[in-house]
């Protein structure tokens, strides 16, 4: 349904820069598994703003990403189509009314069978797409890459901040969230985790960062359905210093990486965001990071859900 999802949307760069010969828009999103798009909005943010320019950074990015991956091969041909980015002007300063934005466009791209990518922004936006995602898998599973819990009841006077949306995922959704990379909790989400061990599983960076024993623990707490939300700052900043609280300790590039395969061929992953980066000008690496992340999960999705 391009026509609905347009109404909420201003055009962008396509990801990517990959040989397809398509007739029309419509027919591009009609033969596309993936569908992007981005959510331009930073309202919540409390200490280094401008992960709003994080979606048409990662799409600037991925035009110079290699199409043929040594472990997956074309990833591209699964056929991947960005809709553009939220048009969020009117409604920056509300990000209750942006969450609410992003579940309107998401609920259409879901509702015809797409794998839904969505690029942020702050981690807020997650809120949306993950209710779309609810509403046609009632048993949802959240495994959040972050390096905090994002569990406070209210963050900076709203209970919709990006260090609210995980609370809002278990409380107003009913999902059960799987956070791992984890360096940063306060008291109130350390008793919140505590006494809601049913519905919150944790794996702190410490713990994981050079071992695989944990693996199959984390697979336990995962539903058969799995949506996954990528905050670039679970990631060490010796590798992604390009976000707004960038602490020290986190995860590599294959640790992530090597899990987040395990959960693609064991479980179903039915949609992805990758969130929080912020931009530094003058180092695109960050930027291009985040887009091989993107492409590479996308190659997983392909792998294990598409030719399964």
């Not at 990801?15 to 007739?23: E, L």
């Not at 074309?74 to 992003?102: C, Q, R, S, W």
């Not at 466009?105 to 990518?117: E, P, Q, R, T």
């Not at 930027?287 to 598409?306: D, E, M, P, Q, R």
Request: hydrophobic share 35%; net charge negative.
């Amino acid at each position: 349904m391009l026509n609905d999802i347009r109404k909420y949307v201003l055009g962008s760069l396509q990801f990517g820069a990959f040989p397809y010969d398509f007739q029309s828009e419509s027919e591009a999103y009609k033969k596309s598994k993936v569908v992007i798009m981005g959510v331009p909005f930073d309202g919540t943010a409390t200490y280094q703003t401008g992960a709003k320019m994080g979606p048409n950074a990662i799409l600037n990015a991925s035009v110079n990403v290699e199409p043929y991956d040594e472990e997956l091969g074309e990833i591209y041909t699964v056929g991947i189509f960005t809709v553009g980015t939220l048009n969020v002007e009117e409604i920056h300063t509300d990000p209750k009314k942006v969450i609410e934005a992003v579940y309107h466009a998401s609920k259409w791209i879901v509702k015809d069978n797409k794998f839904l990518v969505t690029l942020g922004g702050e981690h807020s936006i997650s809120q949306g797409a993950i209710k779309a995602y609810k509403e046609k898998y009632k048993r949802l599973s959240v495994l959040q890459l972050d390096a905090h819990l994002d569990l406070m009841e209210q963050f900076g006077g709203t209970r919709y901040s990006h260090a609210s949306v995980s609370r809002r995922v278990v409380e107003d959704l009913g999902c059960k969230v799987t956070s791992f990379g984890v360096r940063v909790v306060s008291k109130e989400e350390h008793n919140f985790f505590k006494k809601n061990k049913d519905e919150v599983s944790v794996f702190f960076a410490k713990d994981i960062h050079d071992n695989d024993s944990w693996h199959e623990e984390a697979l336990d707490t995962l539903d058969d359905h799995v949506y996954i939300t990528l905050d670039v700052d679970g990631l060490d900043p010796s590798i992604m210093p390009a976000t707004g609280t960038p602490v020290p300790g986190g995860l590599g590039w294959y640790r992530v990486i090597d899990f987040l395969r395990k959960v693609y061929k064991e479980r179903n992953v039915v949609g992805l965001d990758v969130v929080e980066l912020k931009p530094n000008p003058g180092n695109e690496a960050p930027n291009f990071l985040s887009a091989n992340l993107v492409y590479k999960n996308i190659g997983f999705y392909k792998k294990y859900t598409v030719l399964s």
